[in-house]
């Protein structure tokens, strides 16, 4: 276990923003968290995972431990049900992979989420109609203070959309160390309704579509939308899609009829947030090294160079160019540090 000074992070967050940590520690297992904990829990260290779901806009001066625990495994299983549970610091896309690979359905459209396994609770990630909360039993937590390890269960979790205990009540107090889901082993929930799925599979003739086939349509839809962070610096979406009363969205859709939505209740409607900053121009405009995607108007980039700080003054005029233009705010779906 090295800890290293004045380090740069570049390589540990997707925007690939050049900020440094006043000291840095990657630990691979629950020991060497505890250790470095047990010395450093007074200093508020900042915890890192797979850096996919934050803004960097300044130097972190102070200590930055990186989870870098691995392992997945099948804890127990039936004909109908396995319980799986993946470590902290296992690529997303990857665990996600390997349990199709082992026929577990309830992940697919998951698929090509960037991140790390243990940060997924914290979110609640979703996409293409699926939630983390959809599939999730439990996740096992370290008190940053006591280093005492906590289970939390699915209703302790409090999840909403990309919301979680861990966002709030629980805010910088517990590393997440594993996650255990329940997937299934048989009669799978196949879901294409959402999204251009149902167009990816009737474009190859699938009709009757298998847990891989729904991943292969998922990540065939965002290669085309989103881009490879490796190539292009991003976080994926960076705004969270609107809830706003039914009230309101009709009243917004008599000037703009196109106006798409997705029911949540009798009371309330979410909008795409893309579809607002897309309306409002900003789809592929450019600002010095900081601008948003060609293809996909919700994915903040860094074209090169850009510092956090400029990539957040971008975030914020979008924000309130859709307030004045529709009289909705919009809110980062990732975490500005």
Not at 310 to 316: G, P, R
């Amino acid at each position: 276990m090295i800890i290293s000074s004045d380090f740069s992070l570049q390589k540990y967050n997707t925007f690939g923003i050049d900020a440094k940590a006043k000291t840095f520690v990657s630990v691979t297992n629950e020991t060497e968290l505890a250790e470095i904990l047990q010395k450093h829990h007074s200093e508020k260290p900042f915890i890192l995972g797979g850096g996919s779901n934050m803004l960097l806009t300044k130097d972190i001066d102070r200590l930055v431990i990186h989870v870098n625990l691995k392992g997945k495994s099948i804890l127990e299983e039936n004909d109908d049900y396995a319980l799986v549970q993946a470590e902290a610091g296992e690529n997303w896309h990857e665990f996600v992979l390997w349990s199709i690979d082992h026929q577990l359905g309830g992940l697919e459209n998951l698929s090509l989420i960037p991140g790390n396994v243990g940060t997924t609770p914290i979110q609640n990630i979703g996409a293409y109609g699926v939630e983390i909360k959809d599939t999730f039993v439990s996740c096992r937590a370290m008190n940053i203070a006591t280093q005492e390890i906590v289970t939390f269960d699915k209703a302790q979790c409090q999840f909403g959309y990309r919301e979680s205990i861990f966002k709030n009540q629980e805010k910088d107090r517990f590393v997440i160390l594993s996650v255990t889901f329940q997937l299934t082993r048989n009669h799978h929930k196949i879901n294409t309704s959402y999204g251009a799925i149902e167009a990816e599979l009737t474009r190859h003739n699938i009709t009757h579509p298998t847990i891989k086939d729904v991943s292969n349509a998922v990540i065939t839809i965002r290669q085309s939308k989103l881009p490879d962070p490796k190539e292009l610096g991003n976080s994926g979406s960076f705004f969270k899609n609107p809830v706003i009363p039914k009230a309101d969205y009709d009243k917004i859709q008599s000037q703009y009829p196109d106006m798409p939505h997705y029911t949540v209740s009798e009371t309330e409607v979410k909008v795409p947030a893309g579809w607002l900053i897309e309306q409002a121009g900003f789809k592929g405009k450019r600002f010095g090294d900081a601008g948003i995607h060609q293809h996909q108007a919700l994915v903040l980039v860094n074209y090169g160079n850009a510092t956090g700080a400029e990539i957040l003054a971008v975030s914020k005029n979008i924000q309130k160019t859709i307030l004045e233009k529709f009289g909705i705010a919009i809110e980062a779906e990732v975490n500005i540090i």
